[in-house]
């Protein structure tokens, strides 16, 4: 549902614009990786969700390994016991329907089931991991809340927080914590871009769209891109 790729050519050319070649691009809430696959150079994932970085690791060093088959027993088998694994990582979202966490076997546009089903979305799920794979070369993922996150000095980064007022983590997130998180990592000399709806005034809305909503099609929301102002 929080997927940047449909805005990802609006919003990186402004994110990268004065990026230096020696400069570490940072992710703090990486999700699918579906901007950070996008960026060269220097590049660390970070994401709370240690099945997201495990998902992300197998893609970037072995997606071909993914099984050709993963039917609905094996997925309830995954959901029951959920090792911590690159293949549980990736059928537990992908493989999940509307992308929830172990959401329920997806279904093709005809709501079946049985092994032609079964098939074809194992299919997607490692066509998808082969696509992806090649983009996240040389990329460090790793397992960390934004707070606890090493960052290396003067980087890039960019957060993709649960947006207030919207569906959050399920164990909460504050809201007034990370803003000030953020003001304290752009003090510190790094270069900071958050997506959100609506920012605190001492932030600069410095790109927005309207982009209709991924489960909504009726509705649309002004995506925006803010950095700390340096006024304040």
Same mark, same amino acid.
């Not at 088959?69 to 029951?80: G, T, V």
């Not at 049985?114 to 979305?121: A, D, F």
């Given at each position: 549902? #929080?997927?940047? !790729?449909? /805005?990802? $050519?609006?919003?990186?050319?402004? &994110?990268?614009? %004065?990026?230096? =070649?020696?400069?570490?691009?940072?992710?703090?809430?990486? #999700?699918?990786? !579906?901007? /950070?696959? $996008?960026?060269?150079?220097?590049? &660390?994932?970070? %994401?709370?969700? =240690?099945?997201?970085?495990?998902?992300?690791?197998?893609?970037?060093?072995?997606?071909?390994?993914?099984?050709?088959?993963?039917?609905?027993?094996?997925?309830?088998?995954?959901?029951?016991?959920?090792?911590?694994?690159?293949?549980?990582?990736?059928?537990?979202?992908?493989?999940?329907?509307?992308?929830?966490?172990?959401?329920?076997?997806?279904?093709?546009?005809?709501?079946?089931?049985?092994?032609?089903?079964?098939?074809?979305?194992?299919?997607?799920?490692?066509?998808?991991?082969?696509?992806?794979?090649?983009?996240?070369?040389?990329?460090?993922?790793?397992?960390?809340?934004?707070?606890?996150?090493?960052?290396?000095?003067?980087?890039?980064?960019?957060?993709?927080?649960?947006?207030?007022?919207?569906?959050?983590?399920?164990?909460?997130?504050?809201?007034?914590?990370?803003?000030?998180?953020?003001?304290?990592?752009?003090?510190?000399?790094?270069?900071?871009?958050?997506?959100?709806?609506?920012?605190?005034?001492?932030?600069?809305?410095?790109?927005?769209?309207?982009?209709?909503?991924?489960?909504?099609?009726?509705?649309?929301?002004?995506?925006?891109?803010?950095?700390?102002?340096?006024?304040?």
């Amino acid at each position: 549902m #929080g997927s940047k !790729n449909r /805005i990802a $050519k609006d919003i990186l050319p402004i &994110i990268l614009k %004065d990026r230096k =070649p020696e400069q570490w691009y940072v992710e703090t809430m990486v #999700g699918g990786g !579906n901007l /950070i696959d $996008k960026v060269t150079g220097l590049r &660390i994932g970070a %994401d709370i969700n =240690p099945y997201v970085i495990e998902a992300l690791k197998f893609i970037r060093d072995t997606p071909a390994d993914f099984p050709d088959h993963i039917s609905e027993f094996d997925y309830k088998e995954m959901q029951a016991f959920q090792f911590l694994d690159g293949v549980t990582g990736i059928a537990g979202f992908d493989m999940s329907f509307g992308g929830k966490w172990f959401g329920g076997y997806r279904r093709d546009v005809k709501g079946e089931s049985g092994i032609e089903n079964e098939l074809t979305q194992t299919r997607r799920a490692k066509n998808l991991a082969l696509a992806q794979g090649p983009k996240l070369k040389g990329c460090l993922f790793v397992n960390s809340s934004y707070e606890y996150l090493d960052i290396p000095p003067n980087s890039i980064i960019y957060c993709d927080p649960p947006y207030e007022g919207t569906t959050g983590y399920r164990d909460g997130f504050s809201h007034i914590e990370f803003w000030d998180w953020v003001r304290k990592k752009s003090i510190e000399g790094h270069t900071v871009f958050i997506s959100e709806y609506n920012a605190p005034e001492d932030f600069d809305c410095v790109w927005s769209k309207e982009i209709p909503n991924a489960l909504n099609l009726d509705k649309k929301n002004v995506e925006k891109l803010f950095t700390y102002s340096d006024l304040f």
